[in-house]
């Protein structure tokens, strides 16, 4: 052995590569202590067994491997070996020939183990795949995208949130004009400051950021996104980042539902209380600021109960979101309006002193006055307005809003479609409902109400047809009460339906005692509440107080007004008919404010029509007054009904009525209303007096 070869022997020995000399036949001549560890054989026992008994022959690229050899001398490939103890591992084998001294050929056969490396690239593939499906499997979206942001993988996930195929999502950058994500207040997100393109330059991560993305079909979904910056080793700026975002559509949507419910009127889409309260105290810390002075109103709609009552909540609604809008584009951008609910709507006006107030209930009342058309209706709703003002009535919402609640009802009281101030005076008002709810209720069992009586004149000669009961009551402090005052109370507190019995027993007695001691005949009309007539057995009952007073049924008429009346119309007609047939003469009282269909007027089986005395009121000077009252006489007479006028104060008034033709007249032009001792007096003396007809 020269010194060559000893030093390749040193090598051969201490390889910690297994290395085996082999023949072309098999045959194996050497193998080195790598080679008998690796196949936990001794070298002897290698070399009896020769290279067949070390190769599975069963190996894929066996073939192959040896093919190579042949043609090149050369070889490497992947197969699997065979140890002593007859397992098989998974190996490298490369192969080379040379020619020795002798000529022979010989190859050198070198085995690398893979069993290591095969199960790492196994558990490789393995958590790849397990990668895999969790991604794929993930609710939220993901993509992975490179340093120009163009997207290189994601998941399906993605495809669907971002609305895009595969194919249009691969190469996608956040740049992509076409899909300009927009910020939640609307604005665009130009590329340069997309959280991906920003994580890519500065290196810092993205979280909870929310935006639109406009799909491909047009639609808007809006994701929240978080942005992970992943960095190779050793630098400072990011190579790829991962997004992951999540599709929040619909929860955003509900916020928004949510919170448009928690501050603005359904109806509408005024503020609410809610928000009220919140411009509120900012208008107030204005005020205090600048030393001004601010503005509440109380706006409430006349007899709107009536509109919803006989044309439904439909209408109803719609004339709300009307008034709502009419109120608005009167206002500055500054005030707010707000709904209560119902038909009432709150105001507040910052910087605004009592002229200035004034001047916008005005200019308010006016517009919302004017007629409306909804559907083949037109309606005429007028508002009552209360103002108060701070910080003269009040420092809060709720003291301030209160007081314009009473001032409102003063509007109201006062004759309705107007404004009025608040007053300390007024502050009483709530107390006076209490009061006169206390005062009904012993009223009664301590012979404290009163009727007074009215006539009614034929407008043909002038002679008294009849009389009609008003309700009165006089309270040692609280002076004369206006049945306009205490009959709503008296309805909500029941106490209606003993009183109006009473009032009927009265009516009843009273006239049979005057017919009795010789005045002439004439009918006595006595005004209902719905309530009453809401009783089961109110025909029944009326049946019964008349044979008990022994009053011919025909001498009574009763005064149902057209709201009640057109409240649940198919109701009235049944009652009305039940009257009807025990001869008792029905009216409709206050014609012309409740909104009467002509088809169940038809149906109903009563007597006459009492003119409303608002339309009376400006007949000689308002036009539309004037055409309305004509319609009414029209109509009625084309219907067979009568009509009486009420509320008539001048004889030119009088003289226009005659002209139409109505057939009867009341009002303070003859007579205010008047205990029964004075109506009788009244009586005698119109006997002479009737040629002022
Ligand atoms: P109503 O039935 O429409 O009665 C007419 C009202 O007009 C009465 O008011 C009467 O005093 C008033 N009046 C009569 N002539 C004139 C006039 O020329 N000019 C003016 N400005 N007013 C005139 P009153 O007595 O205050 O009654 C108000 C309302 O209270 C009545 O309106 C009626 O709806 C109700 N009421 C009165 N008495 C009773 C009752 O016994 N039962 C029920 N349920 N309601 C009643
Ligand atoms: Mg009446
Ligand atoms: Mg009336």
Not at 13 to 25: G, I, K, N, Q, R
Not at 614 to 619: A, G, K, T
Request: hydrophobic share 40%.
């Amino acid at each position: 052995m020269d010194h060559h070869e000893s030093w390749y022997r040193a090598v051969f020995e201490h390889s910690m590569e297994a290395v085996l000399f082999t023949a072309p036949d098999g045959l194996i001549f050497a193998a080195n202590p790598a080679a008998c560890h690796l196949f936990g054989r001794t070298e002897e026992e290698l070399c009896k067994v020769g290279r067949p008994g070390l190769i599975d022959a069963c190996s894929p690229h066996l073939t192959n491997f040896l093919a190579e050899r042949a043609r090149n001398g050369q070889a490497r490939a992947e197969l699997i070996f065979i140890r002593g103890d007859g397992s098989r591992f998974p190996g490298e084998a490369s192969s080379e020939q040379f020619v020795n001294d002798q000529q022979e050929i010989r190859t050198i056969l070198i085995v690398r183990d893979l069993t290591e490396h095969k199960k790492s690239e196994r558990l490789l593939a393995e958590s790849e795949e397990q990668y895999r499906l969790l991604v794929a499997a993930m609710e939220e979206g993901v993509t992975l995208q490179d340093e120009n942001s163009a997207i290189i993988a994601f998941n399906k996930s993605a495809e669907r949130i971002l609305g895009l195929t595969a194919d249009q999502l691969k190469g996608k950058t956040s740049f992509d004009p076409n899909w300009y994500p927009i910020h939640e207040d609307g604005s665009p997100f130009p590329g340069e400051t997309h959280p991906v393109v920003d994580t890519l330059r500065t290196g810092l991560p993205h979280s909870n950021v929310i935006m639109g993305i406009h799909k491909p079909d047009g639609q808007l979904t809006w994701i929240s996104i978080n942005v992970q910056p992943i960095f190779k080793e050793g630098k400072a700026t990011p190579y790829r980042v991962v997004a992951t975002m999540h599709d929040i559509t619909e929860n955003k949507l509900a916020n928004e539902r949510i919170e448009r419910l928690a501050h603005f009127d359904q109806l509408t889409g005024l503020p609410n209380r809610t928000l009220l309260n919140d411009r509120f105290r900012y208008a107030l810390s204005l005020a205090q600021r600048n030393d001004e002075s601010l503005a509440v109103m109380f706006i409430d709609l006349d007899h709107f109960k009536d509109i919803n009552d006989s044309l439904g909540h439909n209408i109803g609604d719609q004339v709300l979101m009307e008034v709502a809008r009419r109120l608005k584009a009167s206002l500055r951008e500054e005030d707010t309006l707000s709904r209560q609910g119902g038909d009432e709507y709150i105001l507040i006006l910052p910087d605004c002193d009592a002229d200035g107030a004034a001047l916008v209930a005005s200019k308010l009342i006016e517009v919302v006055a004017q007629p409306c058309q909804i559907e083949q209706h037109e309606l005429i709703v007028t508002p009552s307005v209360g103002i108060t003002l701070y910080p003269h009535d009040g420092e809060t919402l709720e003291l301030l809003s209160k007081h314009a609640d009473s001032a409102m009802y003063r509007a109201k009281n006062e004759g309705r479609n107007g404004f009025r101030f608040y007053t300390s005076e007024m502050q009483a008002h709530p107390a006076r409902n209490l009061q006169l709810a206390n005062m009904l209720r012993y009223a009664l069992e301590r012979h404290q109400l009163q009727l007074h009586y009215q006539p009614q004149l034929s407008l043909q000669d002038g002679h008294i047809v009849g009389v009609e009961a008003l309700l009165r009551r006089e309270h040692p402090e609280m002076g004369m009460v206006s049945p306009a005052e205490f009959i709503p109370i008296a309805e909500s507190t029941g106490q209606i339906i003993q009183i109006g019995e009473w009032v009927l027993r009265t009516a009843a007695r009273q006239l049979k005692d005057w017919m009795d001691s010789g005045m002439p005949p004439m009918i006595m009309a006595v005004n209902l509440s719905a309530v009453q007539f809401r009783q089961n057995n109110f025909p029944e009952l009326v049946n019964h107080i008349l044979d008990e007073e022994r009053l011919p049924h025909h001498f009574l008429e009763l005064e149902l007004t057209e709201a009640t009346a057109m409240d649940n119309p198919k109701a009235a007609i049944n009652v009305i008919d039940k009257l009807h047939e025990r001869g008792i003469r029905m009216s409709i009282d206050d014609f012309g404010t409740g909104y009467s269909s002509l088809s169940y007027l038809k149906q109903f089986n009563v007597y006459k029509l009492k003119i409303d005395q608002s339309f009376v009121r400006d007949i000689t000077d308002d036009p539309e007054d004037r055409a309305i009252v004509t319609a009414i006489i029209n109509m009625a007479s084309s219907l067979g009904l009568q009509t009486i006028a009420e509320g008539v104060e001048t004889a030119s008034q009088l003289n226009f009525l005659r002209l139409k033709g109505c057939n009867e007249v009341q009002g303070y032009y003859f007579s205010k209303p008047l205990t029964a001792m004075l109506f009788k007096a009244f009586v005698a003396r119109n006997k002479d007096a009737r040629a002022a007809f």
